[in-house]
């Protein structure tokens, strides 16, 4: 009887051997790089557990296919899906033009309150790369996923909104604006950075990573990003003091434990470009952890390949997800790269703590690129490549399991 994930007192998740997990299958290429994915999971936990294990994957509509269908964008119950099973992957989604959700995977992260976006950037031998020694990236992002500029706290300029507003901080803080200005707000959290910076520690003492970095704007922007770097270090001294140490309070000499440093962002960009080998596990803002999500990305093979995930630790709940767009020009062409959404499905078998399938699938990916079997994107990059189609390329990796 397939059977729904729980969550346990101690917040880890009781998973049975036959889970219940929801899919999205995205728009555009999703009807591509979906079926090509779920081939390669169902065939990895089969070899790993011996056919004792299944996945029961159950589909839930949302995007553009779900509003051409139902008039819905993001029905009920998909949502009361994911809260139900716990667990659930999704494709790329077209984000609606004009009113009503500003973009569904916003929509779905706030409705489930999944405050941690996890993104590994790690180099896969044979993977063509602008820098020259890619194999040196091995970095994993904790972004905020609910608060900063990203909050949706907004007034667009020259409206009665933004007029109150210019005129309350003139009159309450003296503070001048111009007339003409769209304002946002930039709110950052104690509880917010807390527990975001809390997860980005636990997963480094877990998986024995040798440093957290927490990358901020704090010389600019003191009570917000600052505020962030300074709630991480009193986490450190009040949480995790017997796994890690900040650097202020061991000179950068952590003895065993696991360092913890801050980085300027402007510089993290810099830093992580330049000597992207001493660095290990990233905290960050909201905004500043989009931007560099996608810049380290392109260091080890882009979008195409970097999977995400979006997640809340106390409630167990998980979203997890391509992080490339639905691509329409090559939507149903049996073309495009699947590895975004397979590399996703590693980091939702690392949640549920099936290691072993997610190491299976990695190493199966490794010796296909070596192999040098690639989708056109990466054969357009590397010679002597082996150009196959989406579905080949899972089958491909499914020989080498
Ligand atoms: P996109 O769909 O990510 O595509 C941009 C380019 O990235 C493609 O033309 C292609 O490059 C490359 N690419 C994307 N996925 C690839 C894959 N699996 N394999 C190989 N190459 C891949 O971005 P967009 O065109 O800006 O957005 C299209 C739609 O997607 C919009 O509606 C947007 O709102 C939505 N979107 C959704 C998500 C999400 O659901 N997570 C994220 C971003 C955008 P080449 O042309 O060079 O081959």
Redesign the pocket.
Same mark, same amino acid.
């Given at each position: 009887m397939p059977t729904a994930l729980t969550l346990n007192d101690d917040l880890t998740l009781n998973v049975p051997t036959d889970p219940i997990i929801p899919f999205i299958e995205?728009d555009?290429?999703g009807i591509d790089?979906w079926p090509a994915a779920q081939a390669v999971f169902d065939a990895a936990v089969e070899k790993c557990f011996d056919g004792k294990n299944k996945v029961n994957w159950l589909q839930v509509a949302a995007g553009e296919k779900s509003f051409n269908d139902t008039g819905e964008w993001l029905p009920d119950a998909t949502i009361e899906a994911f809260k139900k099973y716990l667990v659930g992957i999704k494709g790329?989604?077209?984000?609606p033009v004009g009113g009503g959700i500003r973009s569904?995977?916003v929509a779905i992260r706030q409705i489930l309150d999944l405050y941690v976006c996890l993104r590994p950037v790690k180099y896969f031998n044979g993977v063509p790369s602008p820098v020259n020694n890619p194999q040196d990236v091995d970095m994993v992002i904790f972004r905020e996923n609910t608060e900063d500029i990203y909050a949706g706290l907004e007034v667009e300029f020259n409206t009665s909104e933004s007029a109150q507003l210019i005129e309350y901080l003139h009159d309450q803080f003296g503070w001048e604006i111009r007339a003409d200005s769209g304002i946002g707000i930039k709110p950052v959290s104690e509880t917010g950075s807390k527990r975001l910076i809390r997860a980005a520690l636990k997963f480094a003492v877990d998986r024995n990573r040798r440093n957290v970095s927490l990358v901020h704007k704090g010389n600019i922007q003191k009570y917000t990003e600052g505020a962030f770097m300074r709630w991480g270090y009193d986490l450190v001294r009040d949480e995790f003091s017997d796994t890690c140490i900040s650097w202020e309070d061991c000179g950068g000499d952590p003895g065993g434990k696991i360092l913890v440093q801050d980085m300027i962002a402007d510089n993290a960009f810099q830093q992580t470009l330049l000597r992207p080998g001493d660095y290990d596990v990233l905290a960050t803002c909201n905004l500043n952890g989009d931007y560099l999500s996608d810049a380290l990305a392109a260091q080890v093979g882009g979008?195409?390949i970097a999977p995400g995930g979006n997640i809340n630790y106390v409630t167990g709940h998980g979203v997890f997800?391509? =992080?490339?767009?639905?691509?329409?020009?090559?939507a149903g062409q049996n073309k495009?790269?699947?590895?975004?959404v397979i590399l996703s499905g590693v980091l939702m078998f690392e949640h549920l703590g099936w290691f072993d399938v997610a190491s299976m699938i990695i190493s199966s990916l490794e010796k296909t690129i070596e192999d040098k079997i690639v =989708?056109?994107?990466f054969a357009r990059a590397m010679e002597g490549a082996t150009e196959v189609s989406t579905s080949d390329f899972a089958k491909a990796m499914i020989d080498r399991m």
């Open positions: 995205g555009g290429i790089i790329p989604l077209t984000t569904l995977n979008i195409g997800e391509a =992080t490339h767009g639905t691509a329409p020009k090559y495009v790269n699947p590895g975004s =989708t056109y994107d």
